[in-house]
């Protein structure tokens, strides 16, 4: 009679702390989890690594020509619209080329290029060509060059297109692109934005379009 309570009793303890057991090792095991789990998210949530913006297949992009001006009144008249401007990247060097709006330098023909290294980095470039250089900075859907061009004085621009041109497609004064065409010509400095997601097709070959201004 004494053995088997005393039986009983040593199972008893036996099955308590196999069950506490596998308990402790459960809960462990689910604090473990969360816990790595809580770790791959601050992981995740790391900033992601910056890459130099690019469009497979596209290198003519639409954009916009801007003129550094001083005056809000201006301000309107020195923005114009660039139907097309080639912006290339192979490897770690960029070219940049394109027309100068019509209705800023009275021609359709004056056509600047610029071609330097990428700094990926920084997500800048510095390019430079025959005209002056162009300092960029790159994002995920526009290029910006501030660019310098002394090379291109002395620069005579013909005002009557440059009016000709503002009577179709600028809503104030034909006057205001008269200003600015006019600092533009004794000091070349201006701002090409390169709009990334806005490429340009071509129905045939590489024909280059030109600025509709």
């Known amino acids: 009679m004494w053995r088997t309570a005393t039986l009983v009793l040593v199972l008893a303890v ?3 702390a196999q069950f506490g057991g596998s308990t402790e090792t459960e809960t462990a095991g689910a604090n473990g989890g969360e816990r790595a789990t809580e770790g ?3 992981g995740a949530s790391g900033a992601p690594a910056t890459s130099v913006p690019a469009t497979p297949g596209a290198e003519d992009f639409a954009g916009v020509y801007e003129v550094p001006i001083v005056s809000p009144e201006l301000a309107p008249a020195a923005s114009y619209r660039v139907a097309e401007i080639t912006w290339r990247v192979v490897g770690d060097t960029a070219t940049l080329e394109y027309d100068l709006p019509l209705g800023l330098v009275g021609t359709d023909k004056m056509r600047v290029e610029f071609i330097g290294p990428i ?14 250089t162009a300092e960029c900075t790159l994002s995920a859907t526009e290029v910006s060059c501030l660019e310098t061009m002394r090379g291109l004085l002395p620069l005579d621009i013909d005002m009557d297109v440059v009016r000709q041109v503002a009577a179709s497609d600028y809503a104030g004064p034909a ?3 008269v200003a600015v065409s006019e600092r533009f010509s004794t000091d ?10 806005e490429p340009v097709a071509h129905t045939s070959g590489r024909d280059k379009g030109r600025d509709s201004d």
Request: glycine share 18%; proline share 6%; charged share 20%.
């Open 14 to 16: 036996t099955g308590c």
């Open 40 to 42: 791959n998210g601050g």
């Open 119 to 132: 700094d990926r980095s920084t997500q800048t470039a510095r390019l430079t060509g025959p005209v002056g």
């Open 175 to 177: 006057e205001h692109r």
């Open 188 to 197: 070349p400095i201006g701002i090409a934005r390169v709009r990334l997601n």
